[in-house]
């Protein structure tokens, strides 16, 4: 199954500039957690924000989540070329111990030098 | 961290033969891993749940037959592809929960298969 919808699905911007990806999701949740996956390798954790926290920071990547909205967005501010990557989010569902991570579609993004 | 591997990390066969693929939690006991399969330029699409010492659990649509999944020991799932055939051509992707970390899975680092 898959849940969370990202948003845009492709973005591309000039080195230096900042990127906003929005992810959306379906159920109630635990926590969302990030994602960076560069072509054909695997993923990268970024980070976690849990059901009751609402921004979360580190390094230059800035995360939000809106519970009532069941929307996050990822930031990552003054872009480089090395952050090009499919970023995805995915989300844990509540009470449920043993289910496993549910992954959006995901947003290609492209920083241009 | 909680280290998972995967083994091989990529692997091409011919069409009709098996390939299995090897999950393993490196420094923690595994009591639950996931099975992800990715087509290029898509999400991961979650294939199957397996638990130590029982049967997989399967998504809907993922055939149990074709894709055998075994979880022996809390440190060891693997998952074989059985009569692969060029559609099975995929990046694989396991994860683990561990008895600790209530939020906490774990990310192998992928296989690659190709079926020709």
């Known amino acids: 199954s898959q849940q969370g919808e990202e948003d845009p699905q492709a973005l591309s911007i000039q080195e230096g500039e900042n990127a906003t990806m929005n992810c959306s999701y379906k159920t109630s949740i635990n926590n969302l957690q990030w994602y960076r996956q560069n072509s054909g390798r695997g993923l990268v954790h970024l980070i976690l924000?849990?059901?009751?926290?609402r921004e979360k920071h580190s390094g230059r990547l800035r995360v939000t989540l809106d519970t009532s909205k069941k929307s996050s967005s990822l930031l990552i501010t003054a872009s480089r070329a090395a952050d090009t990557a499919s970023y995805f989010c995915a989300t844990d569902e509540r009470n449920s111990g043993n289910t496993p991570l549910v992954f959006g579609k995901g947003t290609r993004l492209s920083v241009i030098a | 961290g909680a280290v998972v591997s995967q083994h091989p990390s990529w692997v091409i066969c011919k069409s009709g033969t098996s390939v299995k693929i090897e999950c393993r939690s490196l420094d923690f006991q595994a009591t639950t891993m996931f099975w992800y399969r990715q087509f290029p330029k898509q999400s991961l699409m979650l294939m199957a749940t397996?638990?130590?010492?029982?049967?997989?659990?399967?998504e809907q649509g993922v055939e149990k037959d074709k894709f055998l999944i075994n979880h022996a020991s809390l440190t060891l799932s693997t998952l074989t592809v059985t009569s692969a055939h060029p559609e099975d051509s995929s990046f694989y992707i396991c994860s683990a929960k561990g008895q600790f970390g209530f939020y906490e899975q774990y990310f192998g680092p992928g296989t690659r298969l190709t079926v020709t």
């Open positions: 397996s638990n130590e010492g029982s049967k997989a659990t399967y």
């Open positions: 924000i849990r059901s009751n926290e």
